[in-house]
């Protein structure tokens, strides 16, 4: 657990969590999607940043289980419980998933953006953690921030302006 008063950074592929008054905040999210779960009574967030949607697919003996969906969410909401947050009572907030490139192929593989959205929606679903907001899609790049005290979350796009949800 993260000291008071600090912001958390959680890097690409990573998952991390902070307790009020502090904050947690990850950038770089294009295709990526940053996945907020957090239990507001226990004023208590945790915050993966989801590089791909299925770790079927990784192809290295070393698997990274915070970069993927599948693998990642279940192992932020088992750190959350462990820190005391309460499994009935968790929520998600969720941004990113933009489509930042434009193919000409239809193909299914280089919808990167919409299929980490869809993965996550998935697997918070299956996890019966209901999404109160999201910013997905789109074809720009977001930063976050999370503030487990008033349960927002701050989202820049560039080159617009800053949006609370």
């Not at 969590?17 to 950038?27: E, F, L």
């Not at 915050?47 to 698997?63: F, G, T, V």
């Not at 005391?84 to 990167?112: E, P, V």
């Not at 907001?133 to 349960?151: H, K, L, M, Q």
Request: charged share 20%; glycine share 8%; net charge positive.
């Amino acid at each position: 657990m993260i000291e008071v008063n600090s912001i958390v950074k959680v890097g690409i592929a990573d998952l991390n969590m902070v307790t009020a008054p502090g904050v947690i905040r990850t950038s770089g999210l294009g295709s990526c999607v940053g996945v907020v779960i957090y239990d507001d009574v226990k004023r208590i967030a945790g915050l993966s940043h989801i590089l791909l949607p299925d770790s079927n697919m990784a192809k290295q003996a070393e698997l990274n289980a915070y970069k993927y969906a599948d693998t990642a969410i279940p192992i932020l909401v088992n750190k959350l419980i462990d820190e005391g947050a309460r499994k009935y009572a968790l929520k998600a907030k969720l941004a990113g998933g933009a489509q930042m490139f434009h193919f000409t192929s239809n193909s299914d593989i280089m919808r990167i953006g919409p299929r980490n959205s869809e993965a996550v929606l998935a697997i918070l679903q299956d996890l019966r953690i209901p999404v109160i907001a999201a910013d997905t899609g789109g074809n720009v790049g977001r930063t976050i921030e999370f503030n487990p005290e008033t349960s927002k979350l701050k989202i820049k796009k560039a080159s617009k302006e800053e949006q609370l949800i």
